[in-house]
């Protein structure tokens, strides 16, 4: 019987909510650690994680047996529960609604690891709004602004 082979390298962003919920230096590498840990338990190969206060990239190798919705969504709800519970605060942590995910060939892997692993100054000269609507031009993905992210200016 034939097995199946794939090489599928996939990077997904979303965005924390508002502004009081942002993504704290006292619990970022915790976080990070834990969705590494949830890719892994879904059989997923972690590539590069990294951000900002106010939203996150995951760059993985995607096996075809997962749907990518039902992954992010599980990224997403699992680690609300996961940052509420270990590190409470007075504003309830949650991530906004959708996602980004763009797809890229073996060869591009290398770049899109160093420019995730490079957030920090990346968005020293641009805005997460900057950064989200260059990826949606790039990949020539049609988009209404009302629908895109709530941008919250950094």
Not at 31 to 47: C, D, P, R
Not at 58 to 76: A, E, H, N, W, Y
Not at 98 to 111: E, N, P, V
Not at 146 to 152: G, I, L, R, S, V
Request: net charge neutral.
């Amino acid at each position: 019987m034939a097995d199946t082979y794939s090489q599928i390298s996939i990077q997904v962003i979303f965005a924390v909510r508002n502004r009081e919920s942002s993504i704290r230096p006292e619990f970022r590498d915790e976080l990070y650690k834990y969705l590494s840990g949830i890719l892994a338990k879904k059989g997923q190969k972690l590539l590069a994680i990294n951000g900002t206060t106010n939203h996150i990239h995951l760059f993985f190798g995607m096996t075809p047996t997962i749907c990518l919705s039902d992954l992010v969504r599980d990224l997403k709800s699992d680690s609300t529960l996961f940052i509420n519970s270990k590190f409470p605060s007075k504003f309830k942590f949650s991530w906004q609604e959708g996602y980004g995910a763009f797809s890229y060939g073996r060869s591009q892997r290398d770049t899109v690891i160093r420019y995730i692993n490079n957030q920090e100054d990346h968005h020293k000269k641009h805005s997460f709004r900057e950064e989200y609507l260059s990826f949606l031009k790039t990949f020539d993905i049609e988009y209404d602004t009302k629908y895109a992210f709530e941008f919250f200016e950094d």
